[in-house]
Every structure is written in structure tokens, then in C-alpha cells.
């Protein structure tokens, strides 16, 4: 059997021969069915384990050891760059760091099946148009895993180029807070991507804390990010799933853009400043369970006109369906613009937002079914659903949208008056949004064990 735990570069010299030999031995008594207890790996009969010595290079032990081998970095400082292009396990132990010497990428993987386990990453390159990550993932590196990783640096934090079925899960992603949020890289970045899992990652101070580009059949799913730009973010990226995240204090939390079939279950946001959600030209997509709180503009509301917070922000997005998400405590619950329309809204709750709705259309919009914390109906046949519609907003609101400076004017004896007009009278009545079955109670949210941020 091989010798385990060689850490120097003689005992990796030694052990390659030594495998092969032990292979060759081996394999008449596999035929005879002997039923032998060995570590198995395509391509090699024995596995083993190196364990590096802090302080020196990687480079060699990664290029005398072969695939399926497990390599151990004990607590200490490795420098890097390191590029592993053989299916090996990475297994960092508490305090073990590469250090990426601050130019280009730390590491490089451009092998199938790879696993970085727990192993930390620093002081990467900060070049973003060479796209400098702490963990480059190639093309070629199909099946790959990096989890328990904890990374520190200007740069990308992860970057995928390509890879298929790999998974990110568990890492500790910051970015370089002394940079401005645009100078930062992303913490995980996917470029044409497919079949690929982010999970449970805590990202924080990175420009965006997962950008998708061109990508399909992902899932993101229990990531936390907090202090970004874009918590995540989608571009041209179709058939994706997006479920159970957080955002706290982010410009804004999802960033929806440019993409198409995208399933958004409930996730969070609380205290983002601009957006809990934007959606940006997307279609055929079904945003449900999300709850988003909080929302609202820095100084108060009204600071500075049109900067209002929007709990969810829809722009030329049709044929959606937005279904049993919480809009709650925000300066704008829904903001709706530039043709969003032939989308379902039904069984949301509108709660104490200071405006829940802010649309300006052509056309009636019927939103059916939802909740409205300021409905003032009754229920005299105590079905649960309101007796009169509910409409949002009226005439007044979409004045005072084009004249902000009119706002000093919003509870003057005029501006009840005209109130009171288009009440009476409903050929004044505006296009906008109708509820013809509002909601008497709130309806209890699809994620009942939901955990605060």
C-alpha cells in the first residue's frame, strides 16, 4: 500500500512509480473477485494523501500526485498562484491560506470533479477586465466544487467561465471595502453556465454578490448578501431558479434583468435602499412567496424626488405572475412603468407602504385577490373578500407623479375636493389599477418558518 501523508516533493516523486506498480499487482486479483478494500478513482487504482508543509509552493506537489488524490494543507500560508489540472481534493484545515501574491488569479482550476474544501484565498488581483478571481473555474472543470472556502480580495471572489454541474456551497465570500462598490469584483460571477448550484454562501462588500450572465438551469438557494451593489443579479439568463436568499442593506437586492422563465421563490429583503426587486424586461417568469421590507430612500422620503424606495420595481415586464409576495413598510410597494402590463398580481399583501401603488397606464389593470392594509370596505356576506373594489390611486396621485412640486398641495381644501369629485362622478376616474376582490385578511405566507435577516 502507498505510504500516506508525503509532504515533500522526493515523497511525491517516490509515490507516482509505487501507485503504478501497486496497480499492475492488483489488478489479477481484482479478476479473481477477491473483493479487495481499495481507494478507487477513474483512471487510478490507489488514491492518496499528501499533506503540503506551509510556506512552500503547491505547484509541485499538485504535479507529482495523481487524479482522485486528496492533498492537505495544515494551518500556515501557501503562496500562490496554484492551477490544478488533475481531479484532486483540496482540504484546507482551519487557517490554511493561499496567497495569491496580488496579481492575476490565485487559483486555477482546469480539471473535471475537483473539490476545494474549506481551504482560504487572499490578496488576489484586482484587475477586473482580466477578470482576476480568487478562484478561477475553467471550461474544461465540469463537475467541480469549492465549499467551505473562505475568500478575501479585491477581484472576482469565484469566477465560473463555462463549467457545467459544478456546485458553490458554504464559502465566505469579502470583497476590499477601501474600494468604491464599482472598482469591487463580483463574489460569485457565472458566465455561461449551465446546471450550476450556489448554496448557503455569505457574501459581503463585493461589487454584486452573484451575477448571472448567459446562463441556464441555475439554482441559487440560501445565500446571504449584504453591503453590495446588486445582492444578485440576472442578464440575459433564462430558465433559471432563484430561492429562499436575503439582502440587507444593498442598492438593491435582485437586480431581474434581460431574462426570461425565471422562477423567484420566496426570498427576502430588508433595509435595501433603492430596489427590493427590479424587474427589467422580464417575461414569462413567476416571482411567489418573497417578502421585501423596508425599502425606503436615505433621509427620508421625498429627499430627493423620484428616489422614493420601491419594494418591487416592474419595467417593461409582461406576462408574469406575481403571486403571494409581502410589500410591507416601504416609500412605494409596487412601481409599474414603460408598458408592464398583462401580468397577474393575486393573493399579495400590500402592508404600510406610504404609497402601495405608483402606475401610470393606458388601460385598467385587474390585480384580483390581493391584500391592502389601508382598504376601507366592509364584508357584509363575510366571504372574506371585500364588497367594493379597491383602486389604489387615483386622479390626484398620477398629477402629483408629473408635478412633484405640487405634493406642498396634497391635503389642501382644493385637492380634497377633486378628491371628493372623481369619487362621486366615476367618469373622472383614471386608468390605473383595479382590485375587484380585495382581500379582508392577510394571507399567511408560503414560508412559515421564515428566519428574520
Not at 342 to 348: C, I, K, L, R
Not at 399 to 409: G, S, T
Request: one cysteine or more; charged letters at 20%; proline letters at 4%.
Amino acid at each position: 500500500m502507498p505510504k500516506r501523508n508525503r509532504g515533500t516533493v522526493i515523497g511525491a516523486v517516490l509515490m507516482t512509480p509505487l501507485k503504478a506498480a501497486l496497480t499492475a499487482a492488483c489488478l489479477p486479483l481484482l479478476s479473481l473477485g477477491l473483493g479487495l478494500s481499495l481507494s478507487l478513482w477513474p483512471g487510478t487504482l490507489l488514491a492518496a494523501d499528501w499533506t503540503a508543509s506551509p510556506g512552500q509552493s503547491l505547484q509541485p506537489l499538485v504535479a507529482n500526485a495523481a487524479g482522485g488524490d486528496l492533498v492537505i494543507l495544515p494551518k500556515g500560508r501557501y503562496p500562490g498562484p496554484l492551477v490544478i489540472d488533475r481531479a484532486l481534493t483540496l482540504r484546507g484545515e482551519d487557517g490554511a491560506v493561499i496567497d495569491g501574491g496580488g496579481t492575476g488569479h490565485a487559483v486555477i482550476i482546469e480539471a473535471p470533479d475537483t473539490v476545494i474544501d474549506g481551504v482560504g484565498v487572499e490578496n488576489w488581483g484586482a484587475d477586473l477586465t482580466a477578470m482576476d478571481a480568487g478562484i478561477f473555474i475553467a471550461r474544461q472543470a465540469t463537475g467541480s466544487v469549492v465549499q467551505n472556502a473562505r475568500l478575501q480580495g479585491p477581484g472576482f471572489g469565484i469566477f465560473l467561465d463555462g463549467v457545467h454541474n459544478a456546485v458553490i456551497q458554504d464559502n465566505v465570500i469579502r470583497g476590499d471595502a477601501e474600494l468604491r462598490s464599482q472598482d469591487r469584483g463580483n463574489g460569485v460571477h457565472l458566465f455561461n453556465v449551465e446546471n450550476v448550484r450556489v448554496a448557503g454562501n455569505d457574501i459581503r462588500q463585493t461589487r454584486d454578490g452573484i451575477y448571472i450572465d448567459t446562463s441556464r438551469e441555475t439554482l441559487l438557494q440560501g445565500n446571504r448578501m449584504q453591503d453590495l451593489r446588486y445582492g444578485v443579479h440576472y442578464m440575459y439568463a433564462h430558465d433559471n431558479r432563484l430561492e429562499g436568499n436575503v439582502t440587507v442593506n444593498t442598492r438593491t437586492g435582485y437586480a431581474l434583468m434581460q431574462s426570461k422563465r425565471l422562477t423567484v421563490l420566496n426570498n427576502r429583503s430588508t433595509n435595501d435602499l433603492r430596489y427590493g426587486m427590479l424587474m427589467n424586461n422580464i417575461t414569462h417568469s413567476t416571482i411567489r412567496g418573497n417578502r421585501i421590507s423596508d425599502i425606503r430612500q436615505q433621509g427620508g422620503a421625498g429627499t430627493v424626488s423620484g428616489n422614493d424606495g420601491k419594494a418591487l420595481f416592474v419595467y417593461n415586464a409582461q406576462f408574469n405572475r406575481l403571486e403571494d409576495n409581502r410589500l410591507e413598510s416601504s416609500d412605494i410597494g409596487i412601481h409599474l412603468t414603460a408598458g408592464s402590463e398583462d401580468n397577474v398580481v393575486t393573493g399579495n399583501a400590500f402592508l404600510h407602504n406610504r404609497q402601495q401603488v405608483k402606475y401610470v397606464a393606458t388601460r385598467t389593470q385587474a390585480w384580483d385577490g390581493n391584500y391592502w392594509s389601508n382598504y376601507l370596505g366592509w364584508d357584509m356576506d363575510d366571504d372574506g373578500v371585500g364588497d367594493t373594489a379597491f383602486e389604489p390611486n387615483d386622479a390626484m396621485d398620477r398629477l402629483l407623479w408629473r408635478y412633484p412640486a405640487a405634493k406642498v398641495l396634497m391635503d389642501s381644501p382644493a385637492v380634497l375636493a377633486l378628491r371628493w369629485v372623481q369619487r362621486q362622478f366615476p367618469v373622472f376616474r383614471p386608468q390605473g389599477v383595479r382590485d375587484s376582490d380585495p382581500l379582508m385578511t392577510q394571507p399567511a405566507p408560503l414560508n412559515a418558518e421564515e428566519t428574520a435577516p
